[in-house]
């Protein structure tokens, strides 16, 4: 069994599921998965396996002492626990195939956003670790190690990185989850107070280091039908987050409709109500730039906001951000496949997006034009013309 605990998954699962508890708990959605690397793969072998360990995710459910935990983060209320203690994935809502010409695997997920939102991470692992059996061979986990060494040695022996802080994003394209456990280990043993924490909230709770996580492309893509005008729907999105949160998990996410369109609607009101923001598409160094030059347009001191990188980060690519805007504002960094899937494997480039809600299409428009994800044509074209998006 790949996956043993519903905690095994990233903190903005939880903290953007209590939100659809308190305000959206009737949508229904739709995700489907999409790998953009390597290609070529023939999943078909591995589709019996898949479903295999989904159905064994399906019959989990919380623990006493997991719930415990989760209730003991402050921005979690007490209703939503209580539900968590009913609550197990719907097996009924996920199926899995691979097309019988081509090999590549479909994944659909379809049911209420409350009842599936916890689908993503747990699959994504599932997938790239039965993929990583049948295709790859066994790694030489001493090099592995090394190379993880070598990576922490960066940050260690330079005194100029005292304050770089790096947390692990790598539960959806991990090796394994026994690999992904001895990094959090060799991190916590380590990189010290270098480590901010990490986005998995097992993980977290075992090894006494902090979850970390706001909110996901999903949350801002579902209030495209679930606000009241699509041009509004990013303000909206963040004003309905703000009212959940009260000035917690104040990272807003910025690129579901590119870096311009997130500027336009995150003025002075939302600059100063938000902590800061985070980065995911496009060059994090143009992207950086420009959001301390809109908080000063704001008239918001970019000292007391926080950057986050999360984008496909190496640790040099870290490093060499943090050189760039430490000092000039806070900054953080969330590194993923480069932590927990650096074991000489080509590791899956993939996702399990939401493409629609309450029936209608939604989109996902980043400034990285091959991460732009939309099942209708003629609604990205409309959304596009909406939102000014070239």
């Known amino acids: 069994m790949l996956i043993d605990s519903l905690l095994d998954t990233d903190l903005y699962k939880f903290t953007m599921m209590q939100v659809v508890l308190h305000h959206f708990p009737a949508a229904q959605v739709e995700y489907r998965y999409r790998c953009r690397a390597p290609q070529g793969v023939d999943m078909r072998p591995c589709v019996e396996a898949i479903r295999a360990e989904i159905d064994a995710l399906c019959g989990l459910r919380f623990s006493e002492a997991e719930l415990s935990y989760l209730g003991g983060l402050r921005f979690i209320r007490s209703d939503f626990i209580d539900f968590l203690r009913l609550f197990h994935l719907p097996q009924q809502c996920v ?89 959090i280990a060799r991190l916590v043993e380590r990189l010290g107070e270098n480590l901010a924490g990490t986005s998995n909230v097992h993980l977290a709770m075992r090894h006494g280091i902090r979850p970390l996580g706001t909110m996901g492309h999903e949350y801002l893509q579902a209030c495209q039908a679930l606000g009241p005008r699509l041009r509004e729907s990013q303000i909206f999105a963040l004003e309905t987050w703000a009212r959940e949160y009260r000035g917690d998990l104040g990272i807003a996410l910025s690129d579901v409709y590119g870096a311009d369109a997130f500027m336009r609607d995150f003025d002075m009101y939302f600059c100063k109500l938000f902590d800061g923001a985070r980065h995911d ?63 000489g494997c080509i590791p899956l480039q993939h996702v399990l997006r939401m493409v629609r809600c309450n029936g209608q299409p939604v989109a996902k428009v980043t400034d990285t034009p091959d991460k732009t994800m939309c099942e209708d044509p003629a609604y990205l074209a409309y959304l596009r013309q909406v939102f000014s998006i070239a």
């Open 281 to 343: 598409s496009g060059d994090p160094f143009t992207w950086g730039e420009r959001m301390l030059d809109h908080y000063r347009l704001n008239r918001v001191d970019p000292h007391t906001k926080t950057l986050v990188f999360s984008d496909n980060l190496s640790f040099p690519l870290a490093i060499g951000l943090f050189e760039r805007f430490n000092g000039r504002c806070q900054v953080a960094f969330g590194v993923d496949t480069d932590l927990t899937n650096d074991v």
């Open 95 to 183: 199926t899995v195939d691979a097309d019988a010409a081509t090999g590549q695997l479909q994944i659909t997920v379809r049911g209420a956003w409350l009842h599936t939102i916890l689908f993503e991470m747990p699959v994504l692992a599932i997938v790239n670790e039965v993929y990583s059996r049948r295709y790859c061979a066994e790694p030489d986990w001493g090099r592995a190690m090394a190379r993880l060494d070598a990576k922490i040695d960066l940050v260690r022996q330079d005194r100029s990185l005292a304050g770089f802080r790096v947390a692990d994003y790598g539960t959806r394209r991990r090796f394994s989850k026994a690999w992904h456990e001895q990094v």
